[in-house]
């Protein structure tokens, strides 16, 4: 079935990166943008970007413009995450979700979600 | 920096009607569509309702959602046990050029 799998649980220091990857099956990678949000404990959810899977071309939140960088490989239909200069906010689950195509933050499938846990 | 307002909690009885309120600004529900989430601990969130009003494949029709002006609603009708999770809303911001949800509304079923 259409289903985003996601790696699993990562555990990092302060200061160190991340990278959390999404990969996409039974549908055409290429159709919809794929987003991240995250949830850290006991709060919200917060949309952290949104990358098409069609141009590469990307859009995140302003906070955290300049640590994260989202790319995908088309040849396995793949998205990644990557967080640097981590810090112990930023430990929460993240999720990759399919967006609805034609819609802004709609999405349709989501992945399992990752734990990052970000401790010294 | 926008903000999307709904109430932390709402509860009813089973088979009662809740409706969960989401309040925007020009920027966000004012010039774009609304969309709502449940979200069961554990779990990813389900996406309910997108585009204000149109339900995923799967959705039943007790949940339904509207947008007027600058807030947008989420009904549940014949409340169930297993409505019991927490419901965000959310749509695109055009001041912070993001995606913006809200705070969530924990709903408990009596």
Redesign the interface.
Known sequence: QVQLVQSGAEVKMPGASVKVSCKASEYTFTNHAINWVRQAPGQGLEWIGWISTYQGNTNSAQKLQGRLTMTTDTSTSTAYLELRSLRSDDTAVYYCARSVVGTWGAFDIWGQGTVVTVSS | QSVLTQPPSASGTPGQRVTISCSGSSSTIGS????W?Q?LPGA????LI??NNKR?SGVPDRFSGSKSGTSASLAISGLQSEDEA?Y?C???DDS?????????TKVTVL
Do not use: C, E, R
């Open positions: 774009n569509t609304v969309n989430y979200h990813a969130p389900k996406l997108y585009s995923p927490d965000y959310a749509t695109w912070q050029n993001g995606v913006l949800f809200g705070g969530g």
